[in-house]
């Protein structure tokens, strides 16, 4: 989004209270918010169990030879588009935000039970992705030579640092886990 700095104190937050509404905890308009509500009901919609399951059996309707939308394409082009600033790292707030929302999904899908066997493939390069993305995170954190900027030219910024911390710490764990099922100390371990 790039929207005007002064566009933001016209903005306010519906006041209207009635039996259907909730009464404002802020008197302000919470962008963040608000960004964040739009930029993750987009990604529920393309993520969505329905949307990859459709995507998974369209490679097998199309005839041979013939180009088809994969859900790997899917997530190559939704991964560079989402995180394509990374290198720079110069990567404002609400860009922070998706990021982290796209990561959750794709630890999710890497970790997960997939509920259809049409998306087996995609958890796989979900956790192919994390793979990447974490290769990627380790050489920027490993560089002596990388400037923290913020991204509307405020200077140093100490959010993006913590962030891309906090992203590969994420993205270890979730790599590492162990997945049990049964529970209850009785339950299989899978790796």
Sequence with gaps: FKIPNQLFDYLAPNRWSHWGSNVPTRYDYDVHANIL????????????TSTLGRLADAEM?????????TSAELLEKLDGAIFQEINEVKISS????????????LISSANGTPSSAG???YDSLARMRLKARLADLDLILSSERIEFKNANGRGD???????????????KKALEAVQTIGGMGGGIILL
Aim: proline residues 2%; charged residues 30%; contains cysteine.
């Design 94 to 105: 609400t860009r922070r935000n998706l990021q982290r929302t796209f990561l959750n999904d």
């Design 61 to 69: 309707r199309v005839a041979e030879g013939e180009d088809v939308f």
């Design 119 to 121: 998306l087996r493939d």
């Design 157 to 171: 910024d100490p959010f993006a640092r913590a962030y891309l911390l906090d992203c590969q710490e994420k993205i």
């Design 37 to 48: 509500a739009m930029q993750t009901t987009i990604l529920e919609q393309l993520l969505a």
